[in-house]
């Protein structure tokens, strides 16, 4: 018996994922594929696309044909024109804002981030016109936040403080004397993704660590797939 198809609307909520999407992980044996030089916004989006509960979510409403006029649809690097294809690389979630801050969903094999993804809500931090300056500051630690005058401050001030609270735990340590926990994240991606692929903590230790002790090279890659999967689930808002 042929079942009858069912129109997509707005309303519609496919329960079943596309099975035809597949998430492509970079290739984890090539180093450049893992820069360690990315903007707070671009590692939220590798931790982000690589989330499961993400990707669920994008197989199941990338069915749906939410944005139906250009003026709707993002942003869109300038190498790309065809609005047919932009349209097909991102997807309208309820209550995406809330589950993981962003505005739409964007496909998980996009390996940057679109341009207005996050949601910015005052307080937020903001950057300085002079790029250079921005990395320097960045580097030292420092952010300018903006607040919205035509609301109560108390909140804002609050709010702000629990801003720079998340993105102290999450850049840097407490400890003034702290290394950039960022300069390790890329090794993190590359031993989750090689874990993903399907191989073993024992040779991933070895491949990527160059771990000669079975026992180490399995502890220790083990340990640093646990961080990564912190990260990855971690509420990145």
């Not at 696309?49 to 942003?75: T, V």
């Amino acid at each position: 018996m042929v079942k009858p198809k069912i129109a997509v609307s707005r309303e519609t909520v496919y329960r079943a994922p596309n099975r035809a999407w597949l998430w492509r992980a970079p290739n984890w044996q090539d180093a450049s594929a893992y820069p360690d030089d990315l903007q707070p916004d671009q590692w939220r989006w590798q931790f982000l696309r690589r989330n499961k509960s993400y990707q669920q979510d994008w197989a199941i409403y990338s069915q749906i044909k939410y944005f139906q006029w250009p003026s709707q649809l993002p942003p869109w690097p300038p190498e790309d024109s065809s609005l047919d294809e932009r349209a097909k690389r991102i997807a309208e979630m309820p209550g995406c804002r809330e589950k993981y801050n962003v505005e739409y969903l964007l496909d998980p094999n996009e390996s940057q981030p679109w341009l207005n993804l996050f949601v910015v809500r005052a307080p937020f931090c903001v950057s300085p016109y002079d790029g250079d300056k921005l990395g320097k500051w960045e580097a030292a630690g420092l952010r300018l936040i903006a607040f919205d005058l035509e609301q109560p401050l108390a909140a804002q001030i609050a709010e702000a403080h629990e801003l720079l609270k998340k993105l102290q735990e999450f850049f840097h340590d407490d400890s003034p004397r702290s290394r950039d926990r960022t300069q390790k994240w890329p090794l993190y991606l590359r031993i989750f993704d090689a874990r993903t692929a399907g191989l073993t903590f024992q040779k991933i230790g070895q491949s990527l660590l160059n771990k000669t002790d079975y026992n180490d090279a399995a502890a220790t890659s083990k340990q640093m797939y646990t961080a990564a999967i912190k990260l990855i689930n971690k509420d990145l808002a």
